[in-house]
């Protein structure tokens, strides 16, 4: 199995809702990442756990919170979002050695669009 | 800011013509690479150049790395319909904090007419 599965494909939600992004991997990677990419713009990176510790948080806000309940699955929750947090959010995943070489295997991204 | 910069911004060209896209970056780096972006979608790993490396090939694929001038080219030969996409350079930072933290340029939107 080498790839990244990411839950819903769309959603809509409003500032006062709380919902959760999924993704799911199967490949053993021991690395994990979310990216916020806004429309013709690059992926921002957002979160990275590595051996499911949270370990680079890229000043994102507390409206944002990732969990990450083993080594397969991330979540990112989100709760009181602005309409300005509409975005393609992508999730990854790396193998962890010691090259130093992160090659990121991407899910195909939920889009998020908030009222 | 954004640790890659890419130009073109765009490029259209007809299938059979090569495309370069170029990436400039500003801090050490441990390795580049390129992904591929197909409308919307999530982004695909295309080839990785270390630091101590000069050219790679893969394919139809060449890329190029010039760590004195921090730059690094794509070079798609051949170029076909299916090849319109955006493609991304992304910098591996050399320890440190970095270490993690791939950051991707701002990209390049080619067009491949048929």
């Known amino acids: 199995d080498t790839e990244v599965t990411q839950t819903p494909k769309h959603l809509v939600m409003g500032m006062t809702n709380k919902k959760s992004l999924k993704c799911e991997q199967h490949?053993?990677?021991?690395?994990m990442y979310w990216y916020k990419q806004k429309a013709k713009k690059p992926p921002e990176l957002m979160f990275v756990y590595s051996y499911e510790k949270l370990s680079i948080n890229e000043s994102v806000p507390s409206r944002f919170s990732p969990e990450c309940p083993n080594s397969s699955l991330l979540n990112l929750h989100l709760h009181a979002l602005q309409p300005e947090d509409s975005a393609l959010y992508l999730c990854a995943s790396s193998q962890r050695g010691n090259s130093g070489a992160n090659v990121l295997t991407f899910g195909a991204g939920s889009r998020l669009t908030v009222l | 800011s954004q640790q890659g910069e890419e130009d073109p911004q765009a490029l259209s060209i007809q299938e059979g013509e090569n495309a370069t896209m170029n990436c400039s970056y500003k801090t050490s780096i441990n390795n580049l690479q390129w992904y591929r972006q197909n409308s919307g979608r999530g982004l695909v790993h295309l080839i990785l150049?270390?630091?101590?490396?000069r050219e790679k090939h893969s394919g139809r694929l060449r890329v190029t790395l010039d760590t004195s001038k921090k730059s690094s080219s794509l070079l798609i030969t051949a170029s076909r319909a299916a090849d319109t996409a955006s493609y991304f350079c992304a910098t591996d930072g050399a320890g440190g904090t970095s270490y993690g933290k791939l950051t991707f340029g701002q990209g390049t939107i080619l067009t491949v007419h048929p």
């Open positions: 490949m053993g990677h021991r690395a």
């Open positions: 150049i270390r630091s101590n490396e």
